[in-house]
């Protein structure tokens, strides 16, 4: 027997279901990573993410070859690129992991009725959630639109399974396939590197997650409940990268977790695992309304009177408001691939509710620029902030920047790491430059409108005219 191992958004080795199958059956497994066009809806997301699926390729391969194997690359929409591979290969078998975004699961059901009718074993497994979108259910037999209920029926499901052990030698085919060199998929940004800076916060890959997880655990988890708010500490995990290409499954995280409440506060534990709950949650909203990045989930929102300012747009994705902590998060954003929770929901609000820009120009920025881009989280996350999506923050919730920072970045540590032309403002000033006065303008090095910029908009109006426009929708 020989089994195409179809590789997606799970690039391990452990907890993979399909692998251990495969290999448990005694077949020879030809693993295949396949790059889908674009337009299928199911190829990488973005420009961020393509930098990190290049890497991250690079190390699975590295991994296979350990276990005595390899991983064959190619290009093209799956159902063309699997016929080709079983036409060269004679493979009996396609084994995969289960993605839950409505493109991929349109292309996986077409392929499976096709192969299977064929006479091709298709076999799919759970793993890249906790619990499948399908499984949980409200006490009427529908499915969630509130997290609490979820979260509840999600903690009361029981644990996820124990992570499956890696297999320790993959059986190979007597002869490989062709593969493409990844070079030639032209993954990697050229001129201007811009992502030369991400490889100082990430190493993607199994080992790379495996490690930021051990470490979390060591120094940041404890402290997680009341810390993980505070963008320059140490206390969220970074594993969201990791967790969006599967290099670790979200239940061996969940499992790294148990038994740890001797040394770490029970409560740290809960809240840890609850945010992971948030992505699965986030999934259970896709699975059940597929267009999540596209249309609001309350149609009242149809009529918001968004507004067209695309030099505002760009000010925000350059991080030029003139408010420090939205500015700081967007440069995070460009420099590192990644940005801090607290932050995307204060630089989201800014744009929606401050520019009054429509929030998926955000999403959409975000999914170039995030190496841990997902169609789940990121579309059901912007929907939360507009106050549009299910179970959202309502709209009236407006961030004042300022405070916000004054609150979560108290000291300006993580303004004067990201902003650093005004590394020399005063704690008290740090967060509203353009009310310092000249003399401790002038100490500090900072000339407002030239060194750094006037807040482009007036925040009191800002969040009136925000008020306005939201109590002119009808039902308001
Ligand atoms: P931790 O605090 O360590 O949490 C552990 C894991 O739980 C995360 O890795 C993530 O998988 C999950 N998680 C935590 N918070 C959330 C959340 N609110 N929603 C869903 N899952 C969560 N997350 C993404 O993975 N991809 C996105 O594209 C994305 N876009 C976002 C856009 C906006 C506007 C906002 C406000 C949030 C977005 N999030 C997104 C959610 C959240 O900000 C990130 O998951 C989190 O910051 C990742 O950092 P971490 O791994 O250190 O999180």
Redesign the pocket.
């Known amino acids: 027997r020989t089994v195409l191992l179809w590789f997606r958004k799970d690039l391990r080795l452990s907890d993979h279901a399909a692998l251990a199958t495969a290999v448990d059956a005694g077949a020879a497994v030809i693993p295949v990573y396949i790059l889908e066009p674009r337009e299928t809806g199911t190829g990488p997301l973005g420009a961020a993410q393509e930098w990190w699926l290049h890497q991250s390729l690079e190390a699975l391969a590295a991994s296979l070859k350990e276990h005595g194997s390899d991983l064959v690359l190619r290009r093209g929409p799956a159902a063309e690129v699997l016929d080709a591979l079983i036409a060269e290969t004679g493979a009996d078998g396609v084994f995969w992991n289960r993605r839950y975004d409505p493109p991929g699961i349109a292309v996986d059901k077409a392929i499976k009725s096709d192969l299977t009718a064929r006479g091709l074993t298709v076999r799919s497994f759970a793993g890249q959630i906790l619990h499948e979108p399908t499984k949980l259910k409200t006490g009427a037999g529908g499915h969630f639109r509130v997290y609490t209920p979820f979260w509840k029926a999600l903690d009361g499901s029981g644990e996820p399974p124990e992570p499956i052990p890696v297999p320790k030698r993959i059986p190979s085919p007597a002869s490989w396939p062709k593969t493409d060199a990844l070079s030639d998929w032209s993954l990697l940004p050229t001129r201007p590197n811009w992502a030369k800076g991400f490889a100082d916060h990430f190493q993607p890959g199994e080992a790379g997650a495996q490690a930021r997880l051990e470490a979390?655990i060591e120094t940041g988890l404890k402290g997680?409940r009341e810390r993980?708010d505070f963008p320059a500490e140490p206390h969220?995990?970074?594993?969201?990268p990791h967790?969006?290409q599967g290099e670790i499954s979200?239940a061996s995280?969940w499992h790294a977790t148990r038994g740890l409440d001797a040394h770490i506060p029970m409560e740290d534990l809960i809240h840890?695992r609850k945010?992971?709950a948030?992505?699965d949650?986030?999934y259970h909203l896709l699975f059940h309304f597929p267009c999540l990045s596209e249309r609001n989930w309350n149609p009242k929102f149809d009529a918001f009177p968004w507004r067209d300012a695309p030099d505002l747009l760009e000010k925000w994705q350059r991080g030029q408001t003139g408010y420090p902590i939205v500015d700081a998060g967007m440069r995070q954003l460009w420099q590192t691939g990644?940005?801090?929770?607290r932050v995307?929901?204060i630089?989201?609000s800014f744009l929606i509710k401050d520019l009054l820009i429509d929030w998926r120009e955000?999403?959409r920025w975000?999914?170039d620029t995030?190496v841990?881009?997902?169609p789940?989280?990121?579309a059901?996350?912007?929907q939360?902030?507009a106050g549009s999506g299910a179970d959202a923050a309502p709209f009236f919730r407006i961030f004042n920047p300022v405070s916000q920072g004054e609150k979560f970045d108290p000291e300006g540590a993580y303004i004067r790491r990201f902003v650093p032309e005004l590394k020399a403002m005063p704690n008290k000033f740090i967060h509203k430059p353009s009310e310092a006065p000249l003399t401790a303008l002038r100490d500090a090095g900072v000339s407002l409108g030239k060194t750094y910029p006037l807040p482009i908009v007036d925040h009191g109006k800002a969040r009136d005219a925000a008020m306005a426009a939201f109590h002119g929708l009808r039902g308001e």
Not at 236 to 240: E, K, R
């Open positions: 979390f997680y993980r969220v995990s970074m594993l969201s967790l969006a979200p995280v840890f945010e992971l948030w992505r949650f986030s990644w940005m801090h929770n995307r929901m630089t989201a955000g999403e975000f999914r995030l841990d881009a997902d789940a989280s990121n059901a996350s912007w939360w902030v």
